[in-house]
């Protein structure tokens, strides 16, 4: 069974604090894709990433898939309000397998 | 970029009556479509996979006479809660993936089921 771990589970900052989420799991994953999540709504893709090694930026955000594909980071750059929500990394062909997620409160 | 709208938004039923719950995708034809189930502060927990005109595959530990799982066209899929009671209150999300990219998912935003 595939399993992803995210860390922290959960984490309170100011605005305009840096943040990093981590993805990890022993499997091998294709792909893997982060979401943000907010109360009462479904998820919102927000990165793919397929390569090994590879970087995406998403204006504040940067997403990094690990050189093995089993691991994978977002980090937030001078967080707002707005980025407040539950974070899910997913991985899988058609069929995702969904990370514990974290959960992000920023704070004016 | 695609849409799925997911109806209703939320949904309160007496114990003991079946909830029907749409999940439409607008502008793209959902080869395969995905519900789960997302209990609070957690993160989302796969029930079953439907293909179009076929049963769906559900998960291990999924009662599929509890929840009716229909996929009758390329843009629909049904879930029915049946005989419901509190403990199937919960917060239910479908998504819906295409044939040319399998690993990409749109979701529903979600409906609210709350048994009395």
């Known amino acids: 069974t595939q399993l992803l771990e995210q860390s922290p589970q959960f984490l309170s900052i100011q605005e305009g604090e840096n943040l990093t989420v981590y993805c990890n799991s022993s499997s091998v994953f294709s792909s893997l894709q982060w979401y943000r999540q907010e109360p009462g709504e479904g998820p919102v893709l927000l990165v793919t990433v397929v390569t090994g090694g590879e970087v995406k930026k998403l204006k504040r955000l940067t997403f990094q898939f690990g050189d093995a594909r089993k691991d994978s980071s977002l980090h937030i750059t001078a967080a707002q309000t707005g980025d407040t929500g539950l974070y899910l990394c997913?991985?899988?062909?058609?069929?995702?397998?969904f990370g514990t997620g974290t959960r992000l409160l920023v704070s004016p | 970029g695609a849409v799925v709208s997911q109806h209703p938004s939320r949904v309160i039923c007496k114990s003991g009556t079946s909830v029907k719950i749409e999940c439409r995708s607008l502008?793209?034809?959902?080869?395969?479509m995905f519900w789960y189930r997302q209990f609070p502060k957690q993160s989302l927990m796969l029930m079953a996979t439907?293909?179009?005109?076929?049963?769906?595959?559900?998960e291990q530990g999924v009662e599929k006479d509890k929840f009716l799982i229909n996929h009758a066209s390329l843009t629909l899929s049904t879930l029915t809660v049946t005989s419901a009671h509190p403990e199937d209150s919960s917060f239910y999300i479908c998504?819906?993936?295409?044939?040319?990219?399998?690993?990409?998912?749109?979701f529903g935003a979600g409906t609210r089921l709350s048994v009395l």
């Open positions: 439907s293909n179009e005109g076929s049963k769906a595959t559900y």
């Open positions: 502008d793209f034809q959902a080869t395969t």
């Open positions: 998504s819906a993936g295409m044939r040319i990219a399998k690993n990409i998912q749109y």
């Open positions: 997913a991985g899988g062909f058609q069929k995702l397998v």
